[in-house]
């Protein structure tokens, strides 16, 4: 079956540390990658998306994801959280073979001031 | 442009009761979604509509669980009888398009005691 994984559920940092959250899935064939981020008391919103083209896509607020095809990852990054990056962060994938669309179990991410 | 919109944002029931959940999605958008969201968890997909057309609702506990999309635009997700395990947050998403970015209302917080 079709799984989304999320390497670390919870992650604590520092202002201006560098931040890498990874994700992973398994699937074969065409898939649309996203990255949603929830703000404490907010929606789920739309971080970044990758459909096609350049492997490296850049999002809202700094931050950036790297399709690897061969790894089957699609890793967030951003060189320098904010305290204001507090949020939980859920991949998806979308797999074109019956239109699912799949969600990690989330990333908690707290950073300190 | 309006979000997506979802009524009651919390309700606290006796297990046993019936529950119904509103969505209206944003306006054009064709795709709409019915998620469950447990703690700790990303959002797990109930049904999926395209139109008024539920095309996937494979996950849809169809013993308690039903939704319609009569004129496919808002659309109402209901629980008859509820059980105390269904206390979760009940997320309605739609979309232009299956596979593109998906727009997230609040929520409905559902408490069964």
């Known amino acids: 079956a079709q799984s989304v994984s999320q390497h670390n559920h919870h992650v604590i940092l520092s202002e201006a540390a560098s931040l890498e959250l990874g994700c992973n899935y398994s699937?074969?064939?065409?898939?649309?990658l996203f990255w949603y981020v929830q703000y404490p008391g907010q929606h789920l919103q739309l971080l970044l998306k990758?459909?096609?083209?350049?492997?490296l896509v850049k999002g809202i607020k700094g931050f950036e994801a790297e399709f690897i095809k061969s790894k089957f990852s699609f890793n967030l990054r951003k060189p320098s959280v904010q305290w204001s990056d507090t949020a939980e962060y859920f991949c998806?994938?979308?797999?074109?073979?019956?239109?699912?669309?799949?969600f990690g179990a989330g990333t908690r991410l707290f950073v300190k001031a | 442009e309006a979000g997506v919109v979802q009524s009651p944002r919390y309700k606290i029931i006796e297990k046993k009761q019936p529950v119904a959940f509103w969505c209206n999605p944003i306006s054009g958008h064709n795709t709409l979604y019915w998620y469950l969201q447990n703690l700790g968890q990303g959002p797990e997909l109930l049904i999926r509509y395209e139109n008024e057309e539920a095309v996937d609702d494979s996950q849809l506990p169809k013993d308690r669980f039903s939704a319609e999309r009569l004129k496919g635009v808002d659309s109402t997700l209901k629980i008859q009888p509820a059980e105390l395990g269904d206390s979760a947050v009940y997320l309605c998403?739609?979309?232009?398009?299956?596979?593109?970015?998906?727009?997230f209302g609040p929520g409905t917080r559902l408490t069964v005691t």
């Open positions: 998403a739609s979309s232009f398009r299956p596979l593109y970015e998906q727009y």
């Open positions: 699937y074969g064939g065409t898939v649309n």
């Open positions: 990758y459909f096609s083209g350049d492997p």
């Open positions: 998806a994938v979308s797999i074109a073979g019956g239109f699912k669309t799949i």
